[in-house]
């Protein structure tokens, strides 16, 4: 083991004897006091993953003068914002945050024409802008851009690195924080350090796995999760011209980095605080859980994928603190949870509520919600969830089978009506989505499908059926009220906000055609943005009822940093949760998952503490003996304090 003292020995030794780029006084003054406040702890850990490489001081003494580097090259204005989010370091959780992913090209055309979207976004409400992977990528096929052949270099397609440069500009100078995509489980097959390692150079050979005997790769596809079944079966890729196996969990042209390499964790810093440097201030860790891989286990959310990510968030904390990480592990809740907190990553998606949202609109009962957001929905308070209702990939239904089991209900069986129901296959589903990746063996399946299509807009739509149509938008306020109230950040996916139906024509691109998630990445016309805007048709109602929920979440800091306790209802079709701010302001938020009207009595809004209530959402009082809940109705109650409230 290293101690900590060592550790901060060792650093001295570092600093003597390596040559550090040029800098102000003052500049310099940071960079040392950043990196004794958080070198030593990150050696530490290196050490823990490292320590047994000959070369392992070697690495330790690069990567100081990389962080150094990167630090010496960010631009004076991003170190201006690294000072002022340190000041303020949980600006996240403020009720003003509202995000939105987007693909630029499908969104905007390309980086340029997205500034003109710029006003879109603002009078949304957007503050904090997802761009999905826009770097350099193979032709055809690169998974949405999730295979990267060169993260210094964006997609030809869409611009060039000086658009990007300036659209990070122009976005913060309008307050809207930029998040970019940290694609660093695996490279795609064309990125150079792939084509150095095909070619044999030893050198790269190690970055990633590359395996000679076939039986080493049963061994490892006995205990790891198929991912991409349907691309191929197992996590790995025989690649014939050179007679090895490539280790590649999702697609065979994304190959896994070998993080048990010091080179590639050096190397993959490097690039990470590239990408910092930019102007983002935040990054997406894609598919996390897999970064660490140990024989016999199913090489998901081990130990050291966790020591690996708080040393990157080490690495950040020096050159670029006002960088943050958010965790994409769509995994058990348990595992999600672990990724979260200051070390790990301050911001993470929260797929549990995402699916389980999506569970109770199909079983109209909210007791799995419930129960499961009691028991995963509080975390660490410095950090905050990012919640969501739909994204560009499927829908995976992620809860915990030992909590549905106390509700009565199978894991198993009942994730496959979930996937029957929302496929449209299950009689009397009011959902249209596609099945995405099912597998011959375990039978196991996600589904994909736009938040309209899914909620039951594009069935009533063809059935011309207006009830049908009319409860299609009040599920999707429904499940957009959750989102924006019940504490975290809340992340619109495009097209969404304007109820875009499913886009079939992926089907005629023969390099989509099989993978189904394209049926949600739509292209968005001006068009569908000016007929939301107008007042007229389905879409406008989508629209005018999120922008309202927006509007009500940005005027109140209840929805900003403040507790939230979920409650038991004792009602099946009924969901709440109470918002507590530190001043003692209260919302109590009430959610009918049912078509059917609900009644539950006014004693609910005792933990109110007021003698008059009022619905935010109506501006109304409540009153009498029980509160009413129309099909899918939602109320946000608080105390009504007098005439000037209204
Ligand atoms: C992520 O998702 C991305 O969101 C996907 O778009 C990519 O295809 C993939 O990584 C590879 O880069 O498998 O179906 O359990 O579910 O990390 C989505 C975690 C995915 C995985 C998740 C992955």
Not at 125 to 130: A, F, P
Not at 269 to 277: G, P
Not at 550 to 560: H, N, P, T, Y
Not at 635 to 642: A, E, F
Request: proline share 3%; hydrophobic share 40%; net charge negative.
């Amino acid at each position: 083991m290293l101690t900590k003292l060592k550790a901060q020995k060792a650093l001295r030794q570092i600093l003597d004897s390596v040559e550090l780029p040029k800098q102000t006084k003052k500049d310099e003054k940071v960079f040392l006091q950043r990196i004794e406040q958080h070198f030593p702890a990150l050696l530490v850990k290196l050490y823990e993953l490292y320590g047994d490489h000959y070369d392992f001081f070697f690495h330790a003494q690069k990567l100081v003068v990389l962080l150094a580097t990167s630090f010496a090259s960010r631009k004076r204005k991003w170190k201006n914002l690294d000072e002022q989010r340190l000041a303020d370091p949980y600006w996240y959780r403020s009720e003003k945050m509202l995000g939105m992913a987007v693909y630029v090209d499908l969104f905007a055309g390309n980086l340029n024409k997205l500034q003109s979207k710029i006003p879109y976004l603002k009078s949304l409400g957007v503050n904090y802008l997802h761009l999905m992977p826009l770097y350099k990528a193979p032709e055809g096929d690169s998974d949405g851009g999730y295979a990267v052949s060169d993260y210094r270099q964006v997609d030809p397609k869409l611009g060039t690195e000086k658009d990007l440069v300036q659209l990070a500009e122009a976005l913060s100078a309008e307050g809207i924080s930029l998040v970019l995509d940290f694609v660093f489980n695996h490279t795609s097959d064309e990125h150079k350090w792939a084509q150095e390692a095909r070619k044999g150079n030893p050198d790269f050979e190690e970055f990633y796995y590359f395996f000679d005997d076939e039986q080493e790769v049963q061994d490892y596809n006995q205990t790891c999760r198929e991912i991409f079944p349907t691309v191929r079966r197992g996590s790995f890729t025989h690649l014939d011209d050179i007679d090895k196996w490539v280790w590649t969990t999702f697609n065979s042209f994304q190959w896994d980095l070998n993080y048990s390499n010091p080179a590639v964790f050096n190397a993959i810093t490097d690039e990470m605080l590239f990408l910092a440097n930019i102007g983002c201030e935040g990054l997406r860790l894609d598919a996390l859980a897999f970064i660490w891989k140990e024989k016999w286990t199913q090489c998901e959310s081990l130990p050291k994928a966790h020591t690996l990510i708080q040393c990157f968030n080490a690495c950040l904390q020096i050159v670029a603190p006002s960088v943050l990480f958010k965790s994409e592990a769509i995994v058990h809740p348990d595992e999600v949870a672990r990724y979260i907190g200051k070390d790990e990553c301050q911001l993470s998606y929260n797929p549990l509520m995402m699916a389980l949202m999506w569970e109770s609109l199909a079983t109209r009962e909210t007791k799995l919600l419930t129960a499961s957001l009691k028991k995963s929905f509080e975390i660490a308070p410095e950090a905050s969830w990012v919640n969501y209702i739909r994204c560009h990939d499927d829908i995976g239904w992620t809860f915990d089978d030992a909590v549905a089991e106390q509700m009565g209900i199978d894991g198993y069986q009942h994730r496959r009506f979930l996937n029957q129901f929302y496929t449209g296959k299950f009689a009397g589903s009011f959902s249209q989505g596609v099945p995405f990746q099912e597998n011959p063996t375990t039978g196991d399946c996600r589904v994909c499908g736009s938040l309209a299509s899914l909620a039951g807009l594009e069935k009533a739509i063809e059935s011309d059926d207006s009830t049908q149509i009319d409860h299609a938008i009040k599920r999707v306020r429904l499940l957009n009220s959750i989102n924006l109230s019940i504490g975290g950040v809340p992340l619109i996916y495009q097209g969404d906000e304007l109820g875009i139906l499913n886009d079939h024509s992926y089907l005629d691109d023969e390099f989509k055609r099989e993978d189904s998630r394209w049926v949600n990445r739509p292209a968005i016309a001006d068009s569908t943005i000016e007929n939301a805007q107008s007042g007229v048709g389905y879409q406008s109602r989508i629209y005018r009822d999120l922008k309202q929920m927006i509007d009500l979440r940005k005027s109140d800091a209840v929805f900003g940093v403040a507790r939230t306790e979920i409650l038991e209802t004792y009602r099946p079709h009924l969901f709440a949760y109470l918002r507590e701010h530190d001043s003692g302001d209260k919302m109590l938020a009430i959610c009918n998952f049912s078509e059917h009207s609900q009644t539950i009595p006014m004693s609910v809004c005792d933990c109110l503490e007021a003698s008059e209530i009022k619905d935010v959402l109506t501006n109304t009082l409540v009153s009498g003996n029980e509160i009413h809940l129309g099909a899918y109705g939602v109320v946000w109650l608080k105390t009504y304090r007098g005439k000037g409230d209204e």
